[in-house]
């Protein structure tokens, strides 16, 4: 048992890595949508490949979703409104003729028998009005030509002219009285019925609508039907409008078919295959290609959270709706893969995430083309992402690249530029800017997976940060020197690829340990007096030792990324403090080594070994006397060769031909610090 939790601790980095593939597997194959895949590949304009294919079984054609909207249109345009009769307000309007019309007309001015001829002038404008009907003003003027008018339970189609509005009762007023000789009780009249009269006709939404959607619910999805064993298409034949909409609904009827109980488990287990042998190989290039990475779990987290991410969203869209494929900004993945680590990575993540996609897209070889086209762009385009110019000049390469190949395929399929989805345009647009959400995204993934980009580096890089600030006050001479050693590592990291600005940022910090005791380090004594006359050689080089170990402490509690802590550990790798080392030597008494060794551990990559070197040239020149070109050569050799022989850069990805070059630059810019000029014969 003791054996078995060896083990499975030693092996539980990889151990993760299986769970980590697995759960991957099991997420990305749940994602994808529950059909099986149509066996046959074929698009508009293009000759089919395959031979004769003849009808499987009986189905039918189903109509496009254009040709779907075309009819639900027409169904819309050409709808009938039912408008309800009022019978009441009719009986409220003669009610209220009755009691208004004595205070109108009242005895004292008019006789009994010119009452009665205005009352029946009055009662025949009421019955001429309510007889069509009274609409509001604006129901009238939003009424179509023909309308369905309830009344007495029957409904009647008539034209919407013959119902009145409240601005056409005055003409009916002016007329029946013209007519009868009665003009001069024009105005009367119109101001009575101005109170009176009211609209009896109403639009009925609910049955106007009830009757629109039974309308649209009779619209069919199919239009004809193949029979079993009729030919569908020729080999050779170009797949044309009609039959590349007969091929699509052959499509959908069998992958809906396939779907079956118990072809479930058979679909099921062959996406499964698929999708592990795509992040196999995301693996095994990990492994071979990029073994920091593989060995460190927290990024190869982050790598298979964006590939499920990426997969999660695109499902999600195309099961809502399939047009809007093109609004997922996947070159994200190869924009922040780069950003983190290369470009080499980025590209081959972005190309492995399209190919599972290509089983959930429509039209799979134009969106795997597409995709792919504008995933090296990205790579190609995207650098120094911290200037903020460069992502907008990126994102739109990488739209013009959607939209251009877009036109290609539809003058591919379409044979010209008619009938061009310009929402289409609109998507791509929309996906340009959503690709520009990848900065404040860069920070998230930092601050969640302790990762560091080039937009952090900038930051840290200000000499004015709070922490440079006070190193400066407390120890400006070694704020001094690491300026310095920032120079001369950024040149050698620039001269040999490898990364500047991390390089630059850890020799800024690499010395913050120093600020707990400045005056114990040479570069910050004023005086001549040496604290270190008072001391052992030993409480001198624990004094010195302990710089690296502070040093780690204040950046953590200033929160400096662990990429830039590494430079901090390993600066002086494992070498020792030689100088109180020869001290104590010298005294005659017991020398233990460790006491005077720094703990490691040794550089790992090429930025810390180029600080090493740098840090060590640097504070050593300080000892020259009268320098020359021959003497500061021989120096940096000097030094450089003690390291390499204390074996400081074996675990160190640089070459021998990378260390030379390394030595050349930084002879070069310590000629350029001392200001020498060449010796010119008297």
């Not at 530029?417 to 690709?435: A, D, H, K």
């Amino acid at each position: 048992m003791r054996k078995f939790l060896d083990g499975l601790y030693k092996n539980q980095s990889l151990i993760y890595k299986y769970f980590l593939y697995l759960v991957s597997i099991c997420l990305i194959v749940f994602f994808f949508p529950r059909g099986g895949q149509f066996k046959y590949e074929f698009q508009k304009g293009k000759p089919w490949q395959y031979d004769n294919l003849n009808a499987p079984f009986d189905f039918s054609i189903k109509k496009t979703a254009a040709e779907l909207e075309e009819e639900r249109q027409a169904i819309l345009n050409k709808r009938t409104d039912y408008y309800v009769y009022n019978d009441t307000v009719v009986e409220e309007a003669y009610k209220a003729f009755d009691q208004q019309f004595l205070n109108r007309f009242p005895t004292e001015r008019f006789s009994r028998g010119q009452r009665r001829s205005l009352e029946n002038a009055g009662k025949q404008i009421l019955e001429e009005i309510y007889e069509k009907g009274l609409l509001r003003k604006n129901e009238k003027e939003q009424a179509r030509e023909w309308v369905y008018l309830l009344q007495d339970n029957e409904a009647r189609r008539i034209a919407s002219t013959e119902l009145l509005s409240l601005e056409e009762i005055n003409p009916i007023i002016r007329n029946v009285l013209g007519n009868r000789g009665q003009g001069s009780s024009l105005s009367a009249f119109e101001n009575l019925f101005a109170d009176i009269v009211r609209p009896n006709v109403f639009l009925d939404r609910n049955l106007s609508q009830k009757e629109q959607e039974d309308e649209l619910s009779q619209i069919s999805f199919t239009r004809g039907n193949i029979d079993e064993g009729q030919l569908i298409i020729a080999k050779g034949e170009v797949v044309e409008a009609e039959n590349h909409k007969i091929l699509n609904s052959l499509k959908a009827e069998y992958e809906s078919e396939l779907w079956a109980a118990n072809n479930f488990y058979f679909i099921l287990f062959g996406y499964t295959i698929l999708v592990a042998l795509v992040l196999m190989m995301l693996l095994l290039f990990l492994k071979k290609y990029r073994k920091e990475i593989y060995r460190n779990n927290t990024k190869v987290t982050f790598i298979f959270f964006n590939i499920l991410l990426m997969v999660f969203v695109t499902t999600l869209v195309v099961k809502y709706n399939e047009s809007y494929v093109f609004v997922v900004p996947l070159c994200i993945l190869p924009l922040i893969l780069k950003t983190f680590f290369d470009a080499r990575l980025g590209l081959f993540v972005h190309v492995l995430t399209v190919l599972i996609l290509g089983f959930v897209v429509p039209n799979s070889f134009e969106y795997i083309f597409l995709q792919i086209i504008a995933g090296i762009v990205t790579i190609l385009t995207i650098s120094e992402l911290y200037k903020r110019a460069n992502l907008f000049i990126s994102v739109g390469q990488i739209t013009l690249i959607y939209i251009i190949g877009y036109l290609a395929f539809h003058i591919i399929h379409e044979g010209n530029l008619e009938n061009i989805q310009w929402l289409v345009f609109g998507f791509f647009l929309l996906n340009g800017m959503i690709t520009l959400f990848a900065q404040p995204l860069i920070y998230i993934y930092e601050k969640i997976f302790g990762l560091v980009s080039d937009v952090s580096l900038l930051e840290l890089s200000d000499t004015n940060s709070k922490l440079l600030k006070e190193l400066s006050n407390k120890a400006p001479g070694t704020f001094h020197h690491s300026l310095q050693v920032a120079n001369l590592a950024e040149a050698a990291a620039n001269e040999i690829g490898a990364n500047a600005m991390l390089v630059r940022v850890g020799a800024l910090y690499h010395d913050i340990g120093k600020m707990n005791r400045p005056t114990y380090f040479t570069e910050n004594q004023v005086t001549s007096v040496n604290p270190h006359d008072e001391l052992s050689p030993k409480d001198s080089a624990k004094i010195i030792i302990d710089h690296v170990i502070e040093g780690i402490e204040i950046a953590r509690k200033n929160r400096l990324p662990d990429r830039v802590i590494d430079f901090i550990r390993t600066h002086h790798g494992t070498n020792l403090v030689f100088y109180f080392y020869k001290r104590q030597q010298e005294r005659h008494e017991g020398v233990d080594e460790a006491d005077f060794r720094y703990p490691g551990p040794v550089p790992f990559s090429k930025e810390t070994a180029i600080l090493m070197m740098a840090d060590s040239v640097e504070a050593a020149s300080k000892s020259l006397k009268n320098p020359t070109f021959l003497m500061i050569s021989e120096f940096v050799d000097k030094i450089v060769a003690g390291q390499m022989q204390a074996n400081q850069f074996l675990n160190a990805n640089i070459t021998f031909k990378e260390i030379e070059i390394i030595k050349k630059i930084l002879k070069q810019k310590l000629t350029n610090i001392y200001h020498l000029r060449v010796e010119y014969p008297e």
